[in-house]
């Protein structure tokens, strides 16, 4: 399904060339003139297919490096726990195509014994992935590893191994994959309605599902190849950097007609340069004015030696004051909702 809204002639010949958020001057893109389209809530069905594993390894003091029979390596850090048995955590990945097994075999070296080591987390190095453009992860990954303890998967956890791989374009998870699940090869919350993250390497126009609510902190953190960024109507919250350090970034499509809650840093320098595009007639969601009320001020409390009249006053005056800093949020509330957008200047009006 397409839903088209075409550009002014003004945004169609719009540069933004402006400081990005680490102060560099890229060259960016015209801002594109696609149409909008939307992209289904349908997870990927990722049935998984393990490519034969080398059983031979490299060993350097540290780590255990295998080979695979669809040309890419996998480093791992191998071991033996009382609890988790023999278990391994992939350290960092070579090849453009990579798949995730759920196990490893390897030859222990003081008997000869095949041992079977679960593939239980990732733990990735700073550099060593900077190869793979397309990952495929097992669903019996179980764990997030870091700080040498094995945790629950979250999407701290998810976001800190995407950023290991710069030139990642998609991801996979199989189905059955713990807490996440993956559309058009970014990472969703298993209920669909949470933006987890977009892989770094992805590039374009990204659109996020129809039917996410929340975009996650750090969904787009660092996505430099990306051009503009389609948000559906549902959207209810972006969150901290959500969009931040995106040099190409030139267009934002915002479709909800109600502002989306946001922080003051959801949006980096460079989206904050770039244009947004709002419903026809829902400016004043996006940018409203400062409401023209003080703070009210909460009342003395009485001296201990208050005669009961006086404290009744006080009573009486601190039961207004409750009355008038309900008011007072009420009224800031729907100023402080969106403070991400504040500082959006190049701003469109259209009909999506």
């Avoid at 390894?57 to 780590?63: A, M, T």
């Avoid at 409390?301 to 009420?330: G, H, Q, R, T």
């Amino acid at each position: 399904m397409k839903k088209i809204a075409f550009l002014s002639l003004s945004a169609l010949l719009m540069l933004a060339a402006s400081c990005s958020d680490d102060n560099n001057e890229p060259t960016r893109p015209a801002v594109p003139t696609d149409p909008v389209t939307s992209v289904p809530s349908v997870a990927d069905q990722v049935t998984f297919n393990a490519p034969e594993q080398n059983i031979d390894f490299e060993f350097d003091g540290n780590y255990y490096t295998f080979e695979y029979s669809n040309g890419q390596k996998i480093t791992y850090t191998l071991a033996n726990n009382s609890t988790l048995g023999y278990y391994a955590v992939v350290k960092k990945m070579q090849g453009e195509n990579v798949i995730v097994p759920a196990e490893v075999k390897a030859i222990r070296a003081s008997d000869g014994e095949e041992l079977t080591y679960k593939t239980v987390a990732f733990n990735l190095n700073q550099e060593g992935s900077e190869t793979v453009k397309t990952l495929t992860i097992s669903k019996d990954i179980t764990g997030g590893y870091a700080n040498n303890a094995l945790g629950d998967l979250t999407a701290t956890w998810v976001r800190a191994q995407l950023e290991m791989m710069p030139n990642l374009e998609k991801v996979e998870l199989e189905k059955g994959f713990v807490n996440f699940t993956t559309i058009d090869g970014a990472i969703y919350t298993n209920d669909l309605k949470t933006l987890v993250a977009v892989p770094r390497g992805r590039s374009g126009i990204f659109t996020i599902a129809e039917d996410t609510k929340t975009v996650d902190d750090r969904a787009f953190y660092y996505c430099n190849r990306l051009t503009a960024i389609t948000f559906p109507a549902g959207i209810e919250s972006i969150g901290d950097e959500a969009v931040t350090f995106n040099e190409m970034l030139v267009l934002l499509n915002m479709e909800p007609s109600v502002a989306p809650a946001t922080s003051e840093y959801s949006f980096g320098k460079m989206a904050q340069t770039s244009l947004l595009r709002i419903p026809a007639g829902s400016k004043n969601s996006y940018f409203p004015a400062k409401p023209e009320i003080e703070r009210p001020v909460a009342p003395s409390e009485p001296s201990l030696d208050a005669s009961d009249e006086e404290y009744m006053e006080y009573l009486d005056a601190l039961a207004e004051y409750n009355k008038a800093l309900d008011a007072y949020n009420e009224e800031m509330s729907v100023y402080e909702r969106p403070v991400g957008f504040r500082n959006f200047t190049n701003v469109e009006e259209v009909n999506f």
